[in-house]
């Protein structure tokens, strides 16, 4: 299936932005990572609504995904209210006084950093998918 990739990142003043390295004319903004996204799905929308099929770009035609790449900062911003920084320092073994730099934007971690992190959170949600009640 074709993959649509909406990026998320912090600018450089402060906000958040999403756009798709694809597709010209997805965008996005908010003050926080929620609000971006939101905004690219609307501007995805509207995109779609304003433009005959014909026209829409061939990764739009048909039955595609959306994937949403986060850096790192937008990532630990986004799920704030889901997991606590003791909580992601259990899953990732790293410490939450690092975790908060990485958040706040105060430190940009390293590439190994950022892989340790995503390779935990889809760790952890493969064991979620497993789980039964």
Do not use: C
Request: charged fraction near 25%.
């Amino acid at each position: 299936m074709k993959q649509v990739i909406i990026i998320i990142e912090r600018a450089s003043d402060g906000t958040f932005s999403a756009y798709s390295d694809k597709v010209d004319g997805i965008w996005g903004m908010g003050d926080t990572p929620e609000q971006a996204k939101q905004s690219a799905l609307e501007s995805l929308r509207l995109f779609k609504e304003n433009n005959p099929a014909r026209k829409w770009p061939k990764i739009l035609q048909g039955q595609y995904e959306l994937i949403f790449k986060f850096d790192t900062e937008s990532l630990l911003s986004y799920y704030k209210k889901i997991f606590t920084k003791a909580g992601l320092e259990r899953i990732t073994g790293i410490n939450q006084k690092l975790l908060q730099h990485y958040s706040s934007g105060l430190k940009k971690p390293r590439q190994l950093q950022s892989k340790k992190i995503e390779n935990a959170l889809h760790d952890l949600g493969k064991e979620l998918l497993s789980v039964q009640l």
